[in-house]
C-alpha cells in the first residue's frame, strides 16, 4: 500500500514541478522515489495489507506485491531509457506525472478486492496513455494512434462495465471474497445473464492485454506512438491487465470454469497463430513487436485458463522475462531511429560494426522474446507450458509451440541483420553512461533471470 501512495505523490511532486521550478531535480526524485516504492513493497512483504478505511476495496498481500515491484522495475527501466526523449521535451513536467499516475493505475490493477476498484484502476492506467499516444502534436500519425486508443478502449471500458453490472445483479457484491463464496455455494444455481457477464470481462480484458480478435488498435497504436511512449505501453499495461485478470478469474470464476473456458481456449489460439504468422510479414520493426506482444498475450493465456499453484508465479515470470525484453529492445530501437529516421528490419543492417553492445542488447532480448535458452524467455514459457500440461490442456500446448517455432523466424531476421548484413552507412553509434548503463542492466536481468528462474517462483510456492 506504501507503494501506491509513494508513486501517487511523485506525479503530484511532477506536476508541482514546474510550478515550483525544480524541474531539472525531477528525474533524480523519480527515480529514487521509485527505489524506494521497491523497498516498501519489500518491506511489506508477508505483511498484508487490507484497509478498513478502503473498506477492504484494495488488498495488498504478496500477490500484489510481487507485481508491484515488476511495474516499479520495469518502469524504472523505462526512466533511464527515455531520459533524452523526456529532456527535449517542453511538457517535461506533464510527461512525468503521466507516466506515474499510469504506473498508480497499474498498481490498483494488482491489488484489487472489489470491481469497482479494477474499473478505476483500468482508466487510471489507461486515460493517460490516451494523452501520451498522441503527444506528438504534429505528427497526424500519432494523432490518429491517440484517437484510436481512446475510442477502442472506450469501448472495452463498455463491455467490461456491463459485465460487471451482470456479476453484480447475479452475486449482489462487488467485493471478489465475498463474491467467492456466494458463486462457489450456488455455482449450478447462476442465472444465465452471469455468465455472459464473465464472458463481457473477458472481452474487456482481451483488450487490454490485446488479444485477437481485439487486437486491431495494437499495431496502428504502436507504430503511431512515440517510440518511448510505445516501449511503456507495450509492458505495463501487459504486466498490470495480466495480473489483474489472474486475479478475478483465481479469486472469483474457478468454480465455474467449464462456461468461460473454451472462449479462452479459442481466444488464445487464434491470438497465437495470428499473432506469429502477421509478424512476418512485417516491415516496420515497431509493428513487428506489437504482433509479436499479440502472440505473448496469447501464451500467457495459458496460464489464466490453467489457474493453480503454479500459474501466479508464470504468469509473474512471464510478464517480467517479456517487458525486460522489450524494454532492451526498444532501447536499441531509439538509439536506431535517431540516426535512421525510420524503424525498417533494413535500419538494422550492420548494427553490430557501428556499435556491438547495441547489437549484443538486440541479440539478447529477441533470443528471450523468441524463447531461446538460457535466456529469461525459454524459461518463461517452459513453466507457462508446464502450467497448461498440467491441467490437461495437451493440444493448446502444441499449438502454442508450433507458434513459437513460427515466432523464431522473424526474432532471427533482427539478429542476422544485425550481425551478417552489410550496413549502408558504417558510421558509429555513440551511446550516453545513462543509456549503456540501462543496456547492461537488461542483458544482466535477462541472463539471471533466464539462470535462476526458481527463486522468482520460490514467492508464489
Known amino acids: 500500500m506504501i507503494t501506491l501512495f509513494i508513486i501517487s505523490l511523485l506525479g503530484i511532486i511532477a506536476l508541482l514541478a514546474e510550478i515550483l521550478n525544480f524541474r531539472k531535480l525531477l528525474p533524480v526524485i523519480t527515480l529514487f522515489g521509485i527505489l524506494a516504492a521497491i523497498a516498501a513493497s519489500v518491506a511489506e512483504w508477508n505483511n498484508p495489507m487490507i484497509i478498513p478505511a478502503f473498506n477492504n476495496m484494495l488488498v495488498f498481500d504478496n500477490y500484489a506485491l510481487a507485481f508491484s515491484i515488476s511495474l516499479c522495475l520495469i518502469t524504472f527501466l523505462w526512466f533511464l531509457m527515455a531520459h533524452h526523449y523526456l529532456e527535449i521535451e517542453t511538457a517535461l513536467s506533464d510527461h512525468y506525472a503521466l507516466i506515474l499516475f499510469s504506473l498508480a493505475g497499474a498498481i490498483v490493477m494488482t491489488a484489487f478486492g472489489n470491481l469497482v476498484m479494477l474499473f478505476l484502476g483500468m482508466e487510471i492506467l ?13 505528427d497526424l500519425s500519432s494523432n490518429e494512434a491517440a484517437f484510436k486508443y481512446f475510442l477502442l478502449g472506450a469501448f472495452s471500458a463498455g463491455f467490461l462495465l456491463f459485465g ?25 444455481e447462476m442465472p444465465a445473464f452471469f455468465y455472459a457477464g464473465i ?4 472481452s474487456g480484458l482481451a483488450f487490454k492485454v490485446s488479444a485477437a480478435p481485439f487486437h486491431f488498435w495494437a499495431p496502428d497504436v504502436y507504430q503511431g506512438s512515440p517510440n518511448m511512449i510505445t516501449a511503456f505501453m507495450s509492458t505495463i499495461v501487459k504486466i ?13 470464476f474457478a468454480s465455474v470454469e467449464s462456461s468461460w473456458s473454451q472462449v479462452v481456449w479459442i481466444i488464445a489460439v487464434i491470438t497465437l497463430l495470428l499473432g506469429n504468422i502477421t509478424a512476418i510479414q512485417q516491415h516496420s520493426f515497431k509493428r513487428m513487436l506489437a504482433y509479436s506482444g499479440i502472440s505473448h498475450a496469447g501464451y500467457l493465456l495459458l496460464a489464466i485458463l490453467a489457474i493453480n499453484t503454479q500459474s501466479a508465479g508464470a504468469i509473474f515470470l512471464y510478464t517480467l522475462a517479456y517487458s525486460i525484453a522489450s524494454i532492451a529492445a526498444f532501447a536499441v530501437l531509439e538509439e536506431v531511429f535517431k540516426l535512421k529516421g525510420n524503424d525498417g528490419i533494413s535500419a538494422f543492417n550492420g548494427l553490430a560494426k557501428r556499435n556491438p553492445l547495441l547489437a549484443f542488447t538486440l541479440t539478447i532480448s529477441m533470443l528471450s522474446l523468441a524463447g531461446i535458452p538460457p535466456t529469461a524467455g525459454f524459461f518463461a514459457k517452459y513453466y507457462i507450458f508446464n502450467t497448461a500440461l498440467s491441467n490437461g490442456y495437451f493440444w493448446l500446448v502444441i499449438i502454442a509451440v508450433i507458434a513459437s517455432l513460427i515466432g523464431v523466424y522473424y526474432y532471427f531476421k533482427l539478429i542476422i541483420a544485425a550481425w551478417f548484413k552489410p550496413a549502408d552507412d558504417e558510421t558509429l553509434i555513440q551511446l550516453s553512461f545513462m543509456h549503456k548503463l540501462l543496456l547492461v542492466l537488461t542483458i544482466l536481468l535477462t541472463l539471471a533471470l533466464g539462470l535462476f528462474p526458481g527463486y522468482i517462483l520460490t514467492l508464489f510456492s
Open 126 to 138: 489507461s486515460i493517460p496513455l490516451y494523452i501520451l499516444a498522441g503527444s506528438r502534436k504534429t
Open 164 to 188: 460487471i453490472t451482470l456479476i453484480y445483479g447475479a452475486t449482489g457484491t462487488f467485493q471478489l471474497s465475498q463474491m467467492n463464496q456466494y458463486i462457489t455455494q450456488h455455482a449450478n
Open 199 to 202: 464472458i463481457l470481462i473477458v
Open 240 to 252: 498490470a491487465a495480466f495480473a489483474g485478470f489472474y486475479r478475478l478469474f483465481s479469486t472469483c
